[in-house]
């Protein structure tokens, strides 16, 4: 099962497995991990669940969709060239030793 | 004994923020969350939407156990709260225990409105309310090839719009003079009515649904409408509206009129009890509001959280809420229910429109359909208090970006 590690905004790091399939924001929310809001429950509706995704991965992820590309001009916390919707990434053996990285805020 | 700390009734998405926001605010006595549910608290728009597809419950669950355990949250399943003893502080359950508190928080949500609809209790008749209902409805609408849905709100069509993309065959039945009425301007209605039935789903409005079809062993064949037309199905959904569970409540002696009445701080008149998220009637700058809505819920149970370790703060918010109804994403920024004056915003070759409403004279939000970035404009507008006329937006192009940078 592949593994994603959160940094957060000051450094902290917490690895989680993540089953294939299941959403990086997903990992995140049942594990409790702290800087993800992810209030619409991953449908790109609300943008706080931005992520900052290391460069060795961002090509490895599915691209943005128009919707989330829209909501991602909007993230709270600015918006950089890794910047994804964490709902929007699905986990898979692909991405096996992810690194994301939280930003500052959300809302 | 250990020490009473706060007891919550109700394990949903508003209960659970409670918990999680007291610890985070440093709270250290004990918390119970009281769920008459049998699964850990989970969110419940997926259920009308990706779940349909997916059946994945993993997807839906806010917190797992560990994490629960992490906190010291203890949540308690399977498990009704029965009756409040407000003089002793204390709630009974259904498994025979009493549950001592210093603060006792309603957070106990609605459930679907009953309508007194002849037939309801043929098989194949469902509610969407609960994961098992969900389950209920997902299996059977497996095997269905035509679903009558009452009700035009959005669960109905949202349903709708699953179904539909499933390859079966969908009517909605409203009974008001538009689908959406309560919530929506005409505007949106139009679009989306016009949306859905593009997709092939069949809406009728301003009808009732006068009673459930059905054979002799019980198995649903149609709706019978207040006109005596038929319409054929082998599944009904009745997704007519909720009501809020405030019985509780009311047999404590604590105010109800729609849900649970509290002060500004969410207080009932009982200054240890609380109420937080659907149930709650609560009061706002135009008159008293009942939101059903996940931000509702989770920034009510924040401020209760601040509340009870000692704040007296009063809540509020500028309300958003989604729905995603297959395709279209339908999104509200602001209380736009009951707008005089829409200004609408639409482009001929795509499905995208931005209704943006004003009511006497002040701009209280925006309605849109596929246009996220205009969405997120207009909270960023709504939260300033900026005095936007309706000339300011007659004046900006499509793109209500534009106005962000310019108001101050
Ligand atoms: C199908 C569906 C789709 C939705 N889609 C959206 C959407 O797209 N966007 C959006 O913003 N909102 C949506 N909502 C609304 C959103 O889910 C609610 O606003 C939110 O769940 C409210 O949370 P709550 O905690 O107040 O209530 P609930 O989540 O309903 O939780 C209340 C809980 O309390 C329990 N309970 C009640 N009485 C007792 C008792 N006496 N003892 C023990 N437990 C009790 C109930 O069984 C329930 O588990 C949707 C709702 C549904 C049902
Ligand atoms: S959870 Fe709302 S956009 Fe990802």
Redesign the pocket.
């Known amino acids: 099962m592949p593994k994603v590690t959160f940094v957060s905004a000051d450094g902290r790091e917490t690895t989680l497995t993540a089953q294939n399939g299941q959403s990086v924001m997903q990992v995140a929310m049942v594990n409790g991990v702290e800087g993800i809001v992810a209030e619409?429950g991953g449908?790109a509706m609300c943008a706080t669940c931005h992520v900052y995704v290391d460069t060795p991965f961002v090509h490895l992820a599915a691209p943005a969709s128009e919707i989330e590309n829209e909501m991602l001009d909007c993230v709270a916390s600015q918006r950089r060239p890794g910047s994804r919707l964490s709902c929007q990434i699905q986990m898979s053996d692909a991405l096996d030793g992810l690194r994301v990285f939280l930003p500052e805020t959300q809302q | 004994m250990t020490q009473p700390g706060v007891v919550i009734?109700?394990?949903?998405?508003?209960?659970l923020q409670v918990a999680l926001s007291l610890r985070q605010l440093g709270f250290d006595k004990p918390i119970q969350i009281?769920?008459?549910?049998p699964v850990l608290p989970y969110?419940?728009?997926p259920?009308?939407k990706t779940y349909l597809a997916d059946g994945n419950f993993d997807q839906l669950v806010l917190r797992g156990q560990a994490a629960l355990d992490a906190q010291q949250v203890d949540v308690l399943l399977a498990?009704?709260?029965?009756a409040i003893d407000r003089k002793a502080r204390s709630v009974s359950l259904s498994d025979g225990r009493t549950l001592p508190y210093e603060h006792l928080v309603l957070?106990?949500?609605?459930r679907p409105r009953r309508l007194p609809l002849a037939g309801s209790d043929l098989q194949n008749v469902h509610e969407?309310?609960?994961l098992a209902q969900?389950e209920r409805l997902r299996t059977a609408m497996s095997a269905a090839a035509s679903i009558a849905i009452v009700g035009g709100g959005?669960?109905g069509l949202?349903v709708a719009a699953f179904a539909r993309s499933a390859g079966k065959k969908v009517t909605v039945i409203e009974a008001g003079s538009r689908i959406l009425e309560r919530s929506v301007s005409a505007a949106v209605s139009a679009h989306l009515l016009q949306l859905h039935r593009r997709d092939g789903i069949e809406i009728r409005y301003r009808i009732g649904a006068g009673r459930i079809l059905g054979t002799a062993d019980g198995r649903v064949t149609g709706l019978l409408l207040a006109d005596d037309a038929v319409v054929d199905a082998d599944l009904v959904l009745l997704a007519a509206g909720a009501v809020p569970?405030d019985d509780?409540a009311r047999g404590a002696g604590l105010q109800t009129g729609n849900g649970i009445l509290v002060d500004t701080a969410l207080r009932t008149l009982d200054p240890c009890i609380w109420a937080?998220?659907?149930?709650v009637d609560f009061p706002a700058p135009r008159g008293r509001l009942r939101l059903?809505?996940?931000?509702?819920?989770v920034e009510q149970a924040k401020c209760v959280a601040r509340n009870i370790v000692g704040g007296n703060e009063a809540f509020g918010i500028v309300p958003w809420?989604?729905?995603?109804q297959g395709r279209y994403k339908l999104q509200i920024a602001g209380l736009t229910a009951g707008a005089d004056d829409v200004l609408v915003r639409k482009t001929e070759d795509s499905d995208r429109l931005a209704a943006i409403c004003f009511r006497d004279g002040t701009f209280t939000g925006v309605e849109t359909v596929n246009a996220p970035a205009d969405h997120m404009a207009a909270r960023t507008l709504l939260a300033r208090t900026t005095g936007l006329t309706r000339k300011d937006f007659e004046d900006a192009n499509l793109d209500l970006k534009s106005l962000v940078g310019s108001a101050t």
């Open positions: 619409c449908s | 009734i109700g394990g949903g998405q508003a209960g009281v769920s008459d549910e969110q419940r728009p259920l009308s498990t009704r709260a029965e957070a106990t949500g609605t969407l309310r609960t969900a959005f669960i949202e569970n509780l937080v998220g659907d149930c059903e809505s996940v931000q509702n819920a809420f989604w729905s995603d």
